[in-house]
């Protein structure tokens, strides 16, 4: 029963009492918190809550409160901050430890510190050492870590006392260079590493492209002088930039910029910096002119310049000047249906010579319920009013109900052979036959 009541007693008191079981999370940064505040609070109450008078009776109070228990516990008051359970269980823990401090009339900045959180609570170490034996940080040139790194612990009775370099070091003792890096400097005192230029294919022996070791994208390795810029501009295949486009070389790359809209291939973006023209266009000097509307290909602007002429304009060469042809023309040698070279389908050429449109619904389109239109060039064959085509393509009665059957003669039957093969021509003549 007496033991129950002992266990139970033990629990109330770490439920009600966080201090022993807060006790194990201090660290040296908790007590050095405390002495750096008690240096603070024993600034503030240098005065003695007096402003600066020079009474005597002032001399002594001073001259008295300035060890006194009463500053002491109005430092102690303050040393941690409300919610540092850390702190507040440390200084409870070891408030005789500053009672004893006090007593020997020194100033907390100088030897709070050493007597203690690393002589008394040891919780801290001496520079350069670490955990809790206080053992030394690894010294590589004259410095912990070779002055380019973290002893880990170092100050603390904790860590491992292994070094953490910094970037561009590495080693135990952060002694040599990291990969990506060369030795910029070394004596028996110091090292000194940099980064490698970023044209080096990560490994370098010294500064910039020519300390390169092997090369990054877009430089090229030359014995002797390092990396060096490939200008990708001057490369044939593949071709550096699409068509269209024009290529500027940078360090290490290469850009494509979008050349004048006239030209399919230039030297930079303006009108008079093209290589080769688009389609159509002739390139005097450095400019891609458009030719003549008329010519298919030119030596220059004008109808004169052409190269050939449009047919699909209706175009022709005479005296080396691209002139249109009549509609009724198929190639003409001067203006007019009466200059033709041949007549085009739907036309014919009369005793005069000139080219005049044939009448086809005098011959064709003749059928039973046929209706004939002719136009110029060509005509139009429809079955009557009330009647439609059937599959024999004879113009047949319409049955009520199923209007959507096509009214003109269709395209693909006419394509059998010996069929009425010229009602071709039914619907849209079209200029290139
Ligand atoms: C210990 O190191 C700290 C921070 O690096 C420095 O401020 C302090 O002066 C050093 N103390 C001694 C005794 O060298
Ligand atoms: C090593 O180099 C450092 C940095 O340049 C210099 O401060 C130091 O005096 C040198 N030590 C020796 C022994 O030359
Ligand atoms: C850079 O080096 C790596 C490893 O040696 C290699 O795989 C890679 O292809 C190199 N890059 C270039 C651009 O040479």
Redesign the pocket.
């Known amino acids: 029963m007496r033991y129950h009541t002992a266990v139970f007693s033990c629990i109330l008191f770490a439920l009600l009492w966080p201090g022993p079981t807060e006790s194990a999370q201090w660290t040296c940064a908790t007590c050095k918190g405390i002495t750096e505040r008690f240096a603070e609070k024993y600034a503030e109450t240098e005065k003695g809550g007096y402003g600066g008078g020079n009474t005597d009776w002032e001399e002594t109070y001073l001259k008295e409160y300035r060890r006194s228990e009463v500053r002491l516990l109005e430092i102690i008051e303050q040393l941690c901050k409300h919610d540092n359970h850390a702190c507040h269980a440390l200084v409870e823990e070891h408030e005789e430890l500053l009672e004893e401090w006090w007593q020997k009339d020194e100033s907390p900045h100088d030897n709070l510190y050493k007597w203690l959180c690393i002589d008394h609570v040891k919780t801290c170490c001496p520079n350069n050492t670490w955990g809790p034996g206080c053992r030394d940080c690894p010294i590589g040139r004259e410095k912990v870590c070779s002055g380019h790194g973290k002893c880990d612990g170092e100050g603390t009775r904790e860590g491992t006392g292994a070094c953490t370099c910094d970037k561009g070091y590495q080693g135990a003792l952060c002694e040599q260079c990291s990969i990506g890096h060369y030795e910029e400097?070394k004596?028996?005192?110091?090292v000194s590493c940099k980064g490698c230029h970023y044209g080096c294919n990560i490994t370098c022996k010294g500064p910039g492209l020519e300390g390169c070791l092997a090369c990054h994208k877009g430089y090229n390795y030359v014995q002797g002088q390092g990396c060096i810029d490939v200008d990708e501009c001057q490369r044939e295949t593949p071709a550096p930039c699409p068509q269209g486009f024009y290529c500027t070389n940078i360090v290490g790359a290469h850009k494509c910029f979008k050349c004048n809209e006239a030209c399919d291939e230039c030297f930079g973006p303006e009108a008079n910096e093209c290589k080769k023209c688009r389609e159509n266009h002739v390139l005097l000097e450095g400019e891609c002119k458009e030719c003549d509307p008329l010519c298919k290909g030119c030596k220059g602007v004008g109808p004169e310049n052409c190269v050939k002429c449009d047919e699909g304009k209706l175009a022709d060469m005479v005296d080396g000047v691209c002139i249109e042809c009549a509609p009724a023309c198929h190639g003409c040698t001067g203006p007019g249906p009466e200059n033709c070279k041949r007549c085009r389908m739907g036309f014919k050429q009369n005793k005069q010579g000139v080219c005049e449109d044939v009448d086809e619904c005098k011959t064709i389109c003749r059928l039973q319920h046929e209706v004939c239109t002719n136009t110029i060039g060509s005509y139009d064959c429809e079955c009557e009013e009330g009647y439609e085509r059937n599959v024999r393509d004879a113009c047949v009665m319409k049955i009520p109900g199923q209007e959507d059957k096509p009214k003109r003669s269709q395209f693909d039957k006419y394509m059998k052979p010996n069929k009425h093969p010229k009602k071709m021509l039914t619907g849209k003549l079209r200029v290139e036959l």
């Open positions: 400097y004596n028996t005192t110091h």
